[in-house]
């Protein structure tokens, strides 16, 4: 399923937001009813936090609310996105099973209060959870409003409690079968962890110093896969009543709790909350950022944006304005990327509540406003790009992402926590981003041999499968940049012996690294080609490879930091520090030319071709001419110039 499904709905693109009526009177519904007429909004969220109003009491509903609002939506032409209302769980329900509530690695039962006080492992918020899941579908499986399902709310709660702990106990044995073969593949030979029985085997709990690896990856694993037969419950009780595609918002933080990858093949389509964490052109980068990494997460097909924020961002533990304009750009970077439209959260901002201060596109200032003149005017834009939904985007380049490679990198006891997992992936995608190239995110054992060029920023875990499947990438023609501390562990994890990274990475990249040299904080490195490096280094040799720089000073002066092997038809880079973040640039500038990407536009101009289409955002303020005049969707006439800082989306010929 895809989302033309969803668009066939819609026809068009879809323009909403979380809707909360629920907050409000019939006077304000009324004026709800007309502003979204005026925004041309034609898709609401609705019922997210709903739980506590649908079934004030365990096993008694009140829909006639909800039937109300959706009948009242629909007559004015707003389609629905139902959500099940199972990530704030109400009142009734904590009281009633205290043991479903979630504890912290630190042994703290946390208390019902905020949202997302629940352990996905507790048989008792499954079963609550899948109950009301079914009643809805029962009830609203063939509405005529509901355009789509919308399961739970950002799956990313982690529990340590006794529920967690059996359900983790029955997941390991699954995974390896028997107590011997945790044994050997936590390597508890070490600090006399060997287990005897499965019942001593527990979470990763806090403990006195640090965990076992093997552990802790595991229960990350396990917990991801339990968050994902959570959604696949609540998916099956729904598909059993409605015909309606089936999803969940995606978040896509510094911090991930999912295997992003196996919920992306669950989902009938992908759907993302993306709010930029720092201002500027940082925000336009990180919207990019998150509107790849959603396409991918979909192998490609139309997505959608659930949420964004229409006036703020956090930044610094501080909610900062959008500056005027910042709500278009955002916006069209990420249909531009292949959303098949663009969501707030919420449609009005909330009087009251743990969120009254965060935006909506309504403001508490109400519809004379100018955040809401500018959702209006986003509104009618994105209706003018009807035509481009449902299509797609295709990416010569690829930066590796794995959440195993993601939680190993968080292990205890690696040579540096620096630096973070996020930030690398981060980094790769920016220097990307601001050379002008669109970029996928690819596990390494996809199948990468439609990308020129394949960045591995942070990849310190990979399987023999993803090593070999490097390997043919590079023997067939790619370019692949490997960085510091990659393919150093198996999936246990397990070091990998006789020099890192693992052997079919060694030979294509024809190096091996015998030493690790994390830096100090601050710490920098010159390098024989003027480029710095900082936070890593390595002693490597040569192995094929030819040096194409040298470290200068200490014990590694004159060993290589940059390598380059040519390998079957491919090249194979290694670099074994992290680099300045100009020269970072410099060197994926030159590995695109090596691999034959081009730059068609300017620099400050992000240019994406999806489908038919093709959408300039222009990040500059001198104006761009066009090669030649095209049809601009956008102000639906022609254009010759790209005004400063200004959009366009063109119909190609
Ligand atoms: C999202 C969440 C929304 C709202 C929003 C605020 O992550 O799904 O419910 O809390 O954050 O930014």
Same mark, same amino acid.
């Given at each position: ?59 008694? @509903? ?6 109300? #609002?959706?009948?009242?939506? *629909? ?21 009633? #099973? ?19 006080? @629940? ?90 110093? *640090?965990?076992?690896?093997? !552990? ?38 510094? @911090? ?51 949420? !964004? ?119 790769? *995608? ?52 490997? !960085? #510091? ?73 004159? #060993?290589?930091?940059?390598?380059? *092997? ?88």
């Amino acid at each position: 399923m895809t989302t033309r499904k969803l668009t066939g709905r819609l026809d068009g693109l879809a323009f909403g937001g979380d809707y909360n009526p629920e907050q409000w009177d019939e006077a304000v519904w009324a004026e709800d009813d007309e502003l979204m007429r005026r925004a041309r909004v034609n898709l609401a969220t609705v019922g997210v936090f709903s739980w506590a109003l649908l079934e004030p009491e365990e096993g008694r @509903y009140d829909f006639a609310w909800l039937d109300a #609002h959706l009948d009242r939506l *629909h007559a004015g032409g707003v389609a629905v996105d139902l959500a099940t209302p199972t990530a704030s769980p109400p009142p009734w329900f904590t009281r009633a #099973h205290p043991d479903a509530l979630p504890v912290t690695a630190e042994g703290v039962r946390l208390v019902h209060g905020s949202r997302d006080t @629940y352990c996905l492992a507790a048989p008792a918020y499954r079963d609550a959870a899948r109950r009301v899941a079914a009643a809805l579908a029962e009830r609203y499986g063939r509405h005529p409003a509901v355009a789509l399902w919308h399961v739970h709310n950002e799956y990313a709660t982690l529990c340590f409690c006794d529920h967690a702990a059996a359900a983790f106990r029955t997941w390991l044995r699954d995974r390896h079968g028997t107590l011997d073969a945790l044994n050997e593949a936590w390597g508890t030979a070490f600090w006399s962890q060997r287990y005897h029985s499965w019942d001593e085997v527990l979470p990763p709990r806090a403990t006195q110093w *640090h965990h076992n690896p093997g !552990q802790s990856l595991d229960f990350r694993r396990f917990f991801s896969d339990v968050a994902l037969a959570a959604y696949r419950e609540q998916r099956d009780e729904i598909r059993a009543h409605s015909d309606r595609p089936v999803t969940t918002n995606l978040m896509l933080p510094g @911090y991930q709790n999912l295997d992003l990858w196996a919920f992306g093949r669950e989902l009938d389509f992908v759907t993302i909350d993306h709010y930029p964490d720092r201002p500027g052109l940082d925000a336009a980068a990180d919207t990019a950022f998150g509107a790849d990494r959603a396409r991918s997460l979909g192998g490609g097909r139309p997505w959608l944006l659930m949420e !964004q924020g229409a006036n703020t961002v956090y930044a610094e533990g501080r909610v900062l304005p959008k500056d005027p304009g910042d709500i278009f750009r955002h916006t069209l970077g990420h249909i531009a990327r292949g959303s098949d439209g663009a969501l707030f959260f919420q449609w009005r901002q909330s009087k009251a509540g743990a969120e009254t201060w965060h935006s909506a596109m309504v403001p508490h200032a109400g519809p004379d406003s100018r955040i809401f003149r500018e959702v209006r005017a986003l509104g009618e834009a994105v209706a003018r790009l009807a035509e481009v939904a449902g299509s797609t985007v295709t990416a010569e380049v690829a930066v590796l992402h794995d959440a195993e490679a993601w939680w190993a990198s968080e292990a205890d006891g690696l040579p540096s926590p620096e630096p973070g997992y996020h930030s690398m992936l981060r980094r790769a *995608h920016r220097a990307l981003w601001d050379a002008g190239v669109v970029t996928d995110f690819a596990h390494p054992e996809h199948d990468l041999s439609r990308y020129r060029l394949v960045l591995a920023p942070a990849l310190p875990l990979v399987t023999d499968a993803g090593a070999a499947n490097l390997r043919r990438y590079v023997a067939g023609g790619g370019t692949l940049l490997l !960085q #510091h501390f990659g393919g150093v562990v198996d999936e246990r994890p397990h070091a990998r012996l006789g020099g890192y990274p693992a052997g079919p990475l060694r030979e294509a990249l024809g190096v091996r690294v015998e030493e690790p040299r994390p830096l100090r904080q601050g710490e920098r490195v010159a390098l024989s080609d003027g480029a710095h490096g900082t936070a890593w280094s390595e002693y490597l040799r040569l192995d094929g490879a030819e040096a194409v720089s040298a470290y200068t000073h200490g014990m590694l002066a004159g #060993h290589p930091a940059l390598t380059r *092997h040519s390998f079957g038809d491919g090249r194979g880079w290694y670099l074994s520090t992290v680099l300045d973040t100009g020269d970072y640039g410099a060197l994926v500038q030159r590995l695109l030319g090596e691999a034959g990407v081009v730059r068609e536009w300017p620099p400050g101009v992000e240019a994406v071709t999806r489908g038919a289409w093709r959408f300039l955002l222009n990040h500059g303020g001198d104006a761009v001419p066009l090669p030649r005049a095209a049809h601009d969707l956008l102000t639906d006439g022609p254009l010759t110039e790209l005004p400063p800082h200004g959009c366009a989306v063109l119909r190609m010929p």
